[in-house]
């Protein structure tokens, strides 16, 4: 049984509040954090990613308890690979309906896009530290 390394925690920590930010403006907030940047009115998209996001910052909370690699590598990676495809879907969207969005829209996509880049290069690389 091999220990969790600090790093592991770190990006354990860093995933966990910025999922539960995520969570709570997309959950509770959608009316004054989205609406006004996109003026979508469909918010069930957004809510339900909210959802999965505040998700995740609960179970990254429950796997900084644990004391094993073992315990947490399979949710971790879980975590860990949610950020695939939302990056995907946020360019997709981007590139889609990026002429309607307003330019504060757009800077605020780029600040979800990097956001969710660093945290899945974090991810991976304290996933590969912590394997070898």
């Not at 995520?22 to 989205?34: E, Q, S, T, V, Y």
């Not at 690699?69 to 950020?83: D, N």
């Not at 990056?87 to 309906?97: A, D, K, P, S």
């Amino acid at each position: 049984m091999t220990e969790i390394k600090k790093l592991t925690k770190i990006s354990l920590v860093v995933i966990g509040i910025v999922t539960f930010m995520f969570g709570i403006l997309l959950i509770f907030l959608l009316d004054i954090f989205l609406t006004p940047l996109t003026g979508w009115t469909n918010p069930m998209h957004p809510r339900s990613f909210g959802g999965i996001c505040l998700l995740s910052a609960i179970f990254a909370v429950i796997l900084l308890r644990k004391k094993e690699w073992e315990e947490i590598k399979l949710l971790y990676a879980f975590i860990v690979s949610m950020f695939i495809p939302s990056i995907t879907i946020e360019i997709y969207v981007l590139v889609v309906y990026g002429s309607t969005f307003s330019a504060a829209a757009i800077s605020q996509v780029f600040l979800d896009q990097i956001l969710m880049f660093v945290m899945l290069a974090l991810g991976v690389i304290s996933y590969y530290k912590q394997e070898h």
